[in-house]
């Protein structure tokens, strides 16, 4: 067994040993895996977030003794008293990153410090305890060193197949009544994905939702909360009715001002070589993808400026020829070019091809990923 899993039996108590051992994580083997002829024909159309792989990664915390019991276990249904205190106070969060393959058959992630640190700034604003860095990359390397061979192998340029990976932490005390869990369990799950949206690179549609808000001022949405993605279920079934595949929601204040789509932050190139994204606030997730194109954007000619953005400036923008671009980014979708913002009463359109400097960065930022370009910026860490 290589470094972040070691074995050792399931009456051990994990919380008593030495601190520099609370990040490797026990192992408990499936001993029910799927058949390998299974897990291929899986990983060949897995489609996005359907099939998972044989394990899960698992930390406990408790009030009185901390974080605990780290191990990798068996996939399998989580067992919760109904009376949860997630169920009734939805007191969770959770995060989204990749596993990718190299030519060389190596398994890299992509920046995981930064959802490391943004889990928990999730956790504080929703009452959860910190999850050490070392236990959260810990469990990423631990889950994927024991499922590795889940992990798709591209077969081109053009196949975007990974390991998505999927972080979360839940209030699971028994109880009833409005405070913080003394008692949280934190999960890694992990299922083989290929491209977010089916069809290949091509400009989506996008509902402008008016009237309906994703997050507010001294609210949740900077947070990677589910009430966050609940809060915009009814305008996503409003956008598909609509015939669009995302949605985009503006302030709560003012409803002036582009918020983000209702899973990906959104950016617009100009003509004299912009790249804008509405800057961060309450109620605007910090992207790591939208981070990382901003930090890549000079490279490529790109002044990157995050400021306010209305929707009268976009249509203004889009109608004169200044904005000449629009995409929309994030961990699941990479980037999405734009090719249609519909609201009632008016359209902007951005035609029926992505643009130049966003498949350029969309280029760029997968060979990094992938391991076709240089990393000059040390943003991949190894799994395995």
Request: aromatic share 8%; hydrophobic share 40%.
């Amino acid at each position: 067994m290589g470094t972040g899993a070691i074995d050792y039996p399931d009456s051990v108590t994990h919380h008593t040993w030495e601190r520099v051992l609370m990040s490797q994580f026990a192992v408990l083997r499936n001993i029910q895996p799927q058949p390998e002829l299974v897990r291929e024909n899986i990983k060949k159309a897995p489609g996005f977030g359907q099939y998972f792989t044989d394990h899960m990664a698992h930390v406990r915390y408790t009030i009185e003794e901390g974080w605990q019991a780290h191990q990798v276990k068996p996939y399998a249904p989580l067992q919760l008293d109904p009376a949860a205190a997630v169920f009734h106070y939805a007191q969770e969060i959770f995060e989204g990153l990749k596993a990718y393959r190299h030519a060389d058959g190596s398994i890299w992630t992509f920046r995981p410090e930064r959802n490391a640190a943004r889990i928990n700034r999730s956790a504080a604003r929703l009452a959860l305890p910190q999850l050490p860095e070392e236990d959260f990359i810990g469990s990423l390397k631990a889950l994927v060193e024991v499922d590795q061979q889940w992990v798709p192998t591209p077969e081109s340029v053009a196949d975007e197949s990974s390991l998505y990976l999927r972080p979360f932490m839940i209030a699971s005390e028994r109880f009833l009544g409005v405070r913080a869990s003394h008692e949280v369990d934190y999960y890694v799950i992990s299922c083989p994905v290929g491209p977010y949206f089916s069809g290949g690179i091509k400009p989506v549609s996008i509902w402008l939702s008016e009237t309906l808000k994703r997050a507010g001022q001294g609210g949740t949405g900077f947070a990677k909360c589910g009430g966050n993605y609940a809060a915009s279920l009814v305008a996503q079934n409003e956008a598909a009715a609509k015939g669009c595949q995302q949605v985009l929601f503006t302030d709560a204040k003012e409803g002036r001002y582009v918020d983000e789509l209702g899973g990906m932050n959104l950016m617009l190139v100009t003509k004299d070589g912009q790249l804008i994204t509405p800057q961060l606030s309450d109620s605007i997730l910090d992207g790591v993808t939208r981070r990382s194109l901003l930090d890549l954007a000079p490279s490529l000619g790109l002044d990157p400026v995050e400021r306010d953005i209305s929707i009268e400036e976009w249509r203004e923008g889009a109608a004169s020829g200044d904005i000449v671009e629009a995409f929309a980014c994030g961990t699941a979708a990479v980037i999405t070019p734009i090719g249609r913002i519909v609201a009632d009463g008016f359209t902007i359109d951005h035609g029926e091809e992505p643009g130049e400097k966003t498949m350029e960065l969309r280029t760029t930022l997968l060979d990094i990923q992938y391991g076709r370009a240089e990393d000059t910026n040390d943003w991949l860490v190894r799994l395995a």
